[in-house]
């Protein structure tokens, strides 16, 4: 399983791909699990469609303003 909880000053941390090393000898880039957080919790722009809970994944909080983020979510 994996748990992610972020805060931070903008949205910038749901791009880019997701890396797993395996067995800490792996070079880059590993294995490529994702390419973008939205799409490695199976959801999709920036998880317009609001908070989930499913049995795989889940976006399970969010609070924003105009300087600040947190944001959770599993698989």
Known sequence: MVTLAVESQNNKFLEGCIHAYLNGNN???GVI???GLE??????????A??????ASGYTHIFE???YISW???R
């Open 65 to 67: 303003n105009e300087t």
């Open 39 to 48: 799409d490695y919790l199976d959801s999709g722009f920036f998880f317009n």
């Open 33 to 35: 699990i994702g390419t």
């Open 72 to 74: 959770s979510g599993y």
């Open 27 to 29: 070079e880059f880039p």
């Open 50 to 55: 609001g908070v989930y809970h499913l049995p």
